[in-house]
């Protein structure tokens, strides 16, 4: 049996986006809850020179969006970067998620030898479909949401690791 480019990303990022709301809807209640200003926690970064909660999400939507509409070989929906609260990352979320459930198995399948060029600003990367979703896109997004739910941990906000697994 064999596993289809198409189910190795959009069901697979779904699932990760989805999960990541659950994990800011955590967030978001922890903050009315204990009375901190929401922002505090969407300004949270691990260390200074990583990037806040709220970029961490925009980037874990970003690669996920790309990530598809590259391997279907099309343009994907840009994103403003401008949320500034847990409504608004979970709306983008939920606007990601849309635009992944609009994308068919045809579209994606057979994208494994396509060639992906990403324009980086100091440099250019070129792959192939699967290795561009196997050691790019898939690295990438969860590295995204693993750092902010580390953040929200961190933060003090009740998540473990069923909140980022999610049910099967």
């Known amino acids: ?32 809850t204990k009375k901190i200003d929401p922002s505090v926690l969407i300004n949270s970064r691990l260390f200074p020179d990583m990037f806040p909660l709220s970029k961490q999400v925009q980037i874990a939507s970003d690669i996920a969006n790309r990530g598809a509409a590259r391997l279907a070989g099309i343009e994907a929906p840009k994103f ?19 635009h992944l459930n609009t ?4 579209q994606i399948d057979g994208s494994e030898e396509r060639v992906i060029t990403l324009h980086m600003p100091d440099n250019t990367l070129s792959f192939q479909g699967m290795p561009f979703l196997l050691y790019f896109v898939l690295p990438n997004l969860y590295f995204h949401v693993t750092t902010a739910y580390d953040i ?17």
Do not use: W
């Open 80 to 98: 403003e970067d401008n949320e500034t609260t847990f409504p608004q990352l979970i709306e983008r979320i939920q606007k990601t998620i849309s």
């Open 1 to 32: 049996m064999t596993i289809s480019m198409y189910q190795a990303s959009v069901p697979v990022c779904i699932r990760a986006l989805n999960n990541l709301v659950g994990i800011l809807e955590k967030g978001a209640t922890y903050a009315e």
């Open 103 to 106: 994308f068919k198995p045809e």
């Open 152 to 168: 929200l941990r961190h933060c003090g906000v009740e998540v473990g690791k069923k909140d980022f697994l999610g049910q099967p």
